[in-house]
């Protein structure tokens, strides 16, 4: 793990390949400045695009398992999908694996509390995030704070995040086009990610967290097999960001903002539910004026129709001060990602709200490396093409109720 000195010589080491490139360094000591975890060297990185790719890679680890799974999840459904990684669950119990699986109470609540009763009878610890049974959870006035993270982590060495759950909508690739009519409910397009080297021992310690704060703390019987030092898997720089509805750190927010604020040459955002406040827009407006490429990818439908009017009315100022902005047609985007420049990527749960930012739990991981940013763009660019563009002069043609639905929901964007 890297430390917090800029003359850290295996942070210079790293950043050789960057050497004459001062913007890029620049963009980096920024996102690092404001992350709350330091960046690790010795990661690799790989981009899931959708559930069928995602699901294949986390089941193989999940079968290589020798002592831990942990899982946090905002929604475990008791479908098709959730059974089946449920019955792996389950016979990697058999097998002797230690298993826990964290849930959200709000997010996971139409899945039958049977099905997590199963679960438990199998051997695996399951726990409910901040139950909404008042009963369970006095401190009622939390109920607002959720628990939206995607983290896996396998023995310690593998771990997964992005923003795919547990759930039949990913059943199918995006590919399949599902359009609006069956997209609401399979095909749905997403981003997630698979993470080994050091970068793993954060995703586990927020897991670690998140586990504490529904239940008894874990107690490690056997040394460091929950947090094993740190093997060097590749040299990707990884840092984890997480965000702790409960803390006042607010470095998720900071990424973002010093991302776009530093961005030199390309600002490229797939975002599912985009409703930053006015800060990011302008971060955003002003990358555009100064001549960046800035394009943002957005739902044509979506499963919140608020929240798809919050982004809409995001779109005048943005157009005027000269983003591209398309939105996703064939499919359902879920996907929360952004590249900067070719060579910085961030790739997690979060939303591009004040939800994500003050009210949940999140984690993005965020990725220095070129390698892996080209392969951002290259996802993204497929995205573009399976998009329509907005211009300016369509929108400035709407229809009033438009207008008039993009006007009442600011009223109350901060709660969306």
């Known amino acids: 793990m890297l430390s917090e000195d800029e003359s850290d010589p295996l942070l210079q080491a790293a950043l050789q390949e960057y050497k004459s490139d001062a913007a890029i360094r620049e963009l980096v000591a920024a996102v ?6 330091p960046l690790t060297s010795g990661n690799r990185v790989g981009a899931l695009i959708d559930g069928p790719q995602t699901y294949s890679s986390i089941e193989s680890d999940l079968r290589a398992a020798r002592h831990h799974i942990h899982l946090e999840t905002f929604i475990f459904g008791a479908d098709d999908i959730g059974r089946r990684f449920g019955e792996l669950l389950a016979q990697k119990r058999k097998e002797g694996v230690e298993v826990r699986v964290l849930y959200d109470s709000i997010g996971s609540m139409d899945t ?8 438990r009878q199998q051997g695996i610890e399951v726990r409910e ?7 369970k959870n006095p401190r009622i006035w939390d109920i607002n704070n959720r628990d939206h993270r995607k983290i896996i982590v396998v023995d310690g060495k593998v771990g997964f995040t992005g923003g795919i759950n547990i759930d039949s909508t990913y059943s199918s690739p995006s590919s399949s086009r599902p359009g609006p009519k069956r997209g609401i409910k399979d095909g749905w397009r997403d981003t997630h990610m698979r993470i080994q080297g050091p970068a793993v021992k954060q995703l586990q310690t927020l897991f670690l967290q998140s586990w504490a704060e529904a239940g008894e703390p ?10 094993p030092s740190a093997q060097s ?6 840092t984890i960001v997480g965000n702790d509805s409960k803390s006042d750190d607010r470095s998720l927010y900071g990424t973002y903002l010093a991302a776009f604020t530093h961005a030199s040459s390309r600002l490229w955002i797939t975002h599912a539910y985009f409703a930053p406040n006015p800060e990011l827009l302008d971060a955003m407006a002003e990358a555009a004026r100064r001549g960046v490429d800035v394009r943002l990818i957005v739902p044509a439908f979506t499963d919140s129709r608020i929240v798809l009017n919050a982004t809409q009315a995001t779109f005048t100022p943005l157009l005027e001060a000269g983003v591209k902005i398309y939105e996703l047609k064939d499919a359902l985007l879920h996907a929360k990602s952004v590249v900067i420049d070719g060579t910085i990527s961030i790739v997690g749960s979060s939303n591009l709200d004040m939800r994500s930012f003050l009210h949940n739990d999140e984690v993005n991981a965020i990725v220095v490396n070129r390698d892996f940013g080209q392969r951002m763009e290259e996802v993204f660019k497929r995205d573009e093409r399976a998009s329509r ?13 438009q207008r008039l639905k993009e006007f009442g929901v600011k009223l109350f964007s901060y709660w969306l």
């Open 32 to 37: 690092r400045r404001n992350s709350s975890m």
């Open 218 to 227: 874990l107690q490690a019987e056997q040394g460091d097999q929950y947090l």
């Open 389 to 401: 563009p907005v211009t300016l002069e369509r929108w400035q043609q709407r229809s009033l109720w």
């Open 233 to 238: 898997a590749g040299s990707t720089l990884v």
């Open 112 to 119: 039958p509390k049977d099905f997590f009763e199963h679960l």
């Open 129 to 135: 995030f901040r139950p909404m049974n008042p009963v």
